[in-house]
């Protein structure tokens, strides 16, 4: 288990198969939350959207990085909005 107040604002989240997934915003309960600047643009126009990953997913914590127990294409699948 990580400790999860080990995990920095604006550090890099990486999938397990080294693809950027994000930056954090910061830690939301048992998600983190990602800034809208690396949030893909919805297929409806309304532009960035912060989007949340599960706490669950982070394998590791390495400074400024958050390395993900999921490949980046997973951690996206697993995306959250907010509600």
Do not use: C, W
Not at 27 to 33: L, P, Q, T
């Amino acid at each position: 288990m990580v400790d999860v107040t080990q995990i920095k604002e604006h550090a890099a989240v990486i999938g397990a198969d080294g693809v950027h997934v994000g930056t954090v915003d910061h830690v939301d309960g048992d998600r983190i939350k990602l800034t809208k600047n690396d949030s893909p643009s919805t297929q409806d126009g309304q532009g960035q959207k912060h989007h949340y990953l599960p706490i669950g997913l982070v394998a590791e914590i390495e400074g400024d990085t958050v390395r993900l127990s999921a490949t980046g294409q997973n951690a996206v699948d697993m995306f959250e909005e907010a509600e």
